[in-house]
């Protein structure tokens, strides 16, 4: 009974420890700025989103601007649009651009998910949402530059920059904005986590508790003592190693996974493109973390099983002392 016991909490220590590693890396991605745009900063150089940035900046600016122009300027603007698009990834203003995206991208989901537990968007709406409003205002700047340098630049530049704020403000990126979850041309769905393989109330509820992992540390290391405390003398190297052998175990499922995260399959075009940039982006972030825990988690089956043979070999353990008084 107390080898039962003791097992069962090394089995709970070592799922809380792991639990505990990946509720703080995840803490720190979703409610810091800092580890998300080291990690999806350089997808601003993935070749095949700095192509397809550009195209949908064109595509917003070509469908939106002119509605938000006076009829005669819409000529104008639109000879100007695809020029500046194709400029755009190598402008020394990007990176800067890029960062705000990332930043607006990330609070964006943490409002969408917040909203989520708040039954005021679908589940659908609470998937991570590229907000591209910063990269459309640079866009939109290196346009109403061009159009300065033309016959009628002076009338036709401020009327760009106000159809640009018109559009951004009537695009938003509040996810209450709309019935839909806020559905904006400036906000393009990942569709990560795909919201037909995970369940996203359960994701809003997990990104809502990551700030708990502190508790689950402390509770992993009380339940580690219990469990060798519950352990027979003989059986403590065997608490240690269903432990280890838990955590071991986790670590090896968690680094399958992310091997094996992929786009939605329905995605294409910038979606597909910034989706699959991310996700590489996760993988390589979260990866070492896995590897923490296969390496940790064997360390301690390996200290388990030498304190296992320790106690076995000790003499004047409780089998010699019974043997010495059937002896006797």
Request: net charge negative.
């Amino acid at each position: 009974m107390r080898t039962a016991l003791s097992i069962l909490l090394a089995v709970l220590a070592g799922l809380l420890a792991a639990l505990s590693l990946v509720g703080a890396r995840a803490e720190a991605l979703v409610h810091t700025p800092e580890p998300l745009q080291r990690i999806a900063g350089p997808m601003s150089e993935d070749p095949e989103l700095r192509a397809a940035l550009p195209e949908e900046v064109d595509r917003i600016v070509s469908e939106q601007l002119p509605e938000a122009v006076p009829s005669f300027l819409r000529d104008g603007v639109g000879d100007l649009v695809s020029a500046a698009a194709d400029g755009l990834v190598t402008d020394e203003r990007f990176p800067g651009a890029w960062a705000e995206t990332l930043e607006q991208t990330r609070t964006d989901w943490v409002s969408r998910l917040a909203a989520l537990q708040q039954g005021q968007v679908p589940a659908e709406a609470a998937t991570l949402h590229l907000q591209l409003a910063p990269i459309l205002d640079l866009g939109v700047d290196r346009i109403a530059a061009s159009a300065e340098t033309l016959p009628g630049g002076s009338v036709l530049a401020p009327a760009v920059r106000e159809g640009a704020d018109r559009i951004v403000s009537e695009g938003g990126t509040d996810p209450g904005a709309g019935p839909d979850g806020g559905a904006s041309p400036l906000a393009v769905d990942l569709t990560v986590p795909d919201p037909e393989t995970v369940p996203m109330d359960a994701v809003a509820w997990t990104v809502g508790n990551l700030y708990r992992w502190p508790w689950l540390a402390g509770t992993s290391a009380v339940l580690v003592l219990l469990a060798l405390m519950a352990a027979p003398r003989r059986r403590k190297g065997t608490a240690l190693i269903v432990a280890g052998v838990t955590v071991l175990a986790l670590g090896a499922a968690a680094r399958w996974g992310l091997q094996r995260l992929a786009p939605a399959a329905d995605l294409d075009g910038i979606a597909r493109a910034a989706a699959a940039s991310l996700l590489e982006g996760v993988r390589g972030y979260a990866m070492p973390d896995t590897l923490l825990l296969v390496v940790g988690g064997g360390v301690v089956a390996v200290l388990g099983l030498i304190t296992a043979l320790v106690s076995g070999a000790r003499p004047g353990t409780d089998g010699t002392r019974r043997s010495e008084a059937g002896a006797r």
